[in-house]
């Protein structure tokens, strides 16, 4: 995104914030004059390769994208929160003192989560009025959740001046989605939209956290992200059941392969699955051969992102959604659907769902000439056959989440 494009952003929400909260032409000046206003920017995050790995400390390959979420905000000298959403047109205020979940607004727990890790580790924050906005749709499988996390994480640091690691960020905010929202979510989300580079992906080891910027140049091609508006909700899908199958195949796996340790399905060696298959049942068995498979797609991708190779890695998305689909178990009828139907256009080098699955996007990899003719037949072909016009929302790769301290 354009920087004048964020600016002019930011000054239409302190405009928003100014008429929110000042009940006084006096109010209003004062704040005008106060310095200390913090402005975060918040991106989305893409997944090229490497699905479900995150949390079987497996591998992947991601990036920052240029959707964002939008906050500003300033002190209340107070020990409230209030927080507005023009994206949602919604409100909440709530204490610092009594931070409880909210099954009616549950937009708000993503933030709640946050401030409680945080003071749980001893940080000291008070009061704030805060507004955000955004350009990234919600429920489409490209992260908006982890991109709220991490920018009022970066928000509040910068706010209340708390000296807070990169790393450690991504951890609290982790943990905030895990035990406050209630989704067993691996750090991947999370770690792209802080760590996310522009004109890199991050080539990540969820073992340990280690990771490698590799250049991704499309030239002529670009992402394609494809909103099938088929919503989802991970708390309330099979997404925590999948982890709790892949620890089981690994407790199962375990006892059977002796003299290596086996802690997680990343463990396994592509060649141990044919000792595997017929010894276990198929459901665990299917399970782990995806995430096995996957942890392999995704070495294969950074090679061919390395050579410059875009068409072989389009082959690779291919190669996953299939395993998604039969394996994880994770797609939907429309998700198939928009995959097949891209795999006859010209100009399509590959794609895949995103994400957890259950509904939410894909993403392709296409020529930049392909666009209309992708819109056209996939859009007019979806339409008639699920009755709802997809979403088509091209990327580009971006920093991650940072403060704005330019406005003028």
């Known amino acids: 995104m354009e920087k004048a494009k964020i600016n002019n952003c930011f000054k239409e929400l302190q405009d928003l914030y ?10 209003r000046v004062g704040i005008l004059k106060n310095k200390s206003s913090v402005n975060t920017l918040s991106p989305g995050r893409v997944n090229i390769i490497g699905e479900h790995t995150d949390y079987n400390l497996g591998l992947s390959i991601n990036a920052a994208i240029d959707k964002h979420i939008f906050i500003t905000g300033y002190k209340n000298d107070s020990n409230s929160v209030e927080v507005f959403s023009r994206y949602l047109n919604d409100s909440s205020r709530f204490s610092l003192n009594n931070i409880e979940f909210d099954k009616t607004k549950n937009w708000t727990n993503y933030i709640k989560g946050v401030l409680k890790e945080y003071i749980q580790k001893g940080h000291k924050i008070s009061g704030f009025n805060m507004v955000l906005d955004s350009n990234l749709p919600i429920g489409a499988g490209i992260s908006s959740s982890a991109a709220l996390e991490v920018g009022v994480a970066k928000f509040i640091e910068e706010l ?4 807070v690691s990169k790393r450690t960020m991504v951890a609290l905010c982790n943990s905030a989605e895990n035990n406050f929202v209630g989704v067993n979510c ?7 939209v802080a760590y996310g580079k522009k004109d890199y992906v991050i080539f990540l080891n969820f073992r340990d956290l280690s990771y490698e910027y590799i250049p991704f140049n499309l030239g002529g091609d670009i992402i394609l992200i494809i909103n099938s508006k088929e919503e989802r909700n991970l708390a309330d899908t099979e997404y925590n059941k999948r982890r709790k199958e892949c620890n089981e195949a690994v407790k199962i796996i375990s006892s059977m392969i002796r003299g290596e340790k086996i802690t997680s399905l990343s463990d396994i060696k592509p060649e141990m699955l044919g000792r595997l298959e017929g010894s276990m049942p198929e459901k665990l068995f299917k399970r782990a051969r995806h995430v096995i498979t996957e942890n392999s797609r995704v070495l294969r991708a950074k090679e061919n992102l390395l050579k410059g190779e875009i068409k072989e890695l389009g082959r690779i998305l291919y190669e996953s959604h ?11 009828r429309r998700l198939d659907y928009l995959v097949n139907e891209l795999g006859k256009i010209k100009g399509v080098y590959g794609a895949r769902l995103m994400g957890a699955g259950f509904g939410g996007s894909v993403i392709s990899i296409v020529s930049r000439d392909s666009i209309n003719d992708i819109k056209d037949i996939t859009g007019k072909s979806f339409l008639n056959k699920f009755n709802v016009t ?15 301290t330019s406005l003028n």
């Open 18 to 27: 100014l008429d929110r909260f000042a009940k006084s032409k006096k109010e």
């Open 322 to 332: 299939k395993s998604l689909k039969n394996d994880y178990e994770v797609s939907t």
């Open 186 to 192: 691996g750090f991947m989300d999370q770690f792209s």
């Open 160 to 163: 209340f001046g708390l000296e």
């Open 390 to 404: 997809p979403e088509f929302i091209q990327c580009t790769i971006s920093d991650g989440t940072r403060r704005v």
